[in-house]
């Protein structure tokens, strides 16, 4: 999924088609990847929505060197991620001391099969930031390198997330059972 340099500086230049084209390229994908971040889509879709009002909004400042894509997936995790600390700020804030405890799981993402259905709800317990490169790179399809330039981390903390992650996944998947 590219855009080519043309289209970006034509974006750059004020040309609304080519906007046009750059969201029906890209915000399926980010979508995608907001959603299994969030675990809902609704909120997802502002991510998503949020993200290219940004875009629009830095157009001017765009480097044509530096793909697009990865400037909206970055863009896309961290609205994400916002979004999932400000969710647990405000049910902390509202949280009534004499309620029962809820059991904390995330909606499952357009499941069709148990197996999905089941990793989607394990998902949806992990901490962001396991989420986020899970997200990137079993839904994005990201390389280490790219999700380390999207994250603004090292390759190295891309490949120790990864491997916690997927720890976590495992238990989350493990207790399910």
Known sequence: MKIDRDTVEQFKAGDDEAFSRIFRTFAPCLLGTAIRI???????????????????????????????????????ANLAIDALRKRKREKWEALDPNAAPEKASAPPIDAKIGTVDAINRAAGVLPPIYRT????????????????????????????????GKEQLRAALARQK
């Open 38 to 76: 969030l675990g809902d889509r609704g909120l997802g879709e502002d991510v998503v929505q949020e993200t290219f009002v940004r875009l629009h909004r830095m157009r001017n400042r765009l480097e044509l060197d530096r793909p697009v894509g990865a400037l909206l997936v970055r863009i896309t």
């Open 133 to 164: 490169v899970l997200a990137l790179r079993y839904g994005q399809d990201m390389t280490y390198e790219e999700i380390a330039d999207v994250l603004r981390i090292s390759v190295p903390a891309v490949a120790l997330r990864l491997k916690r």
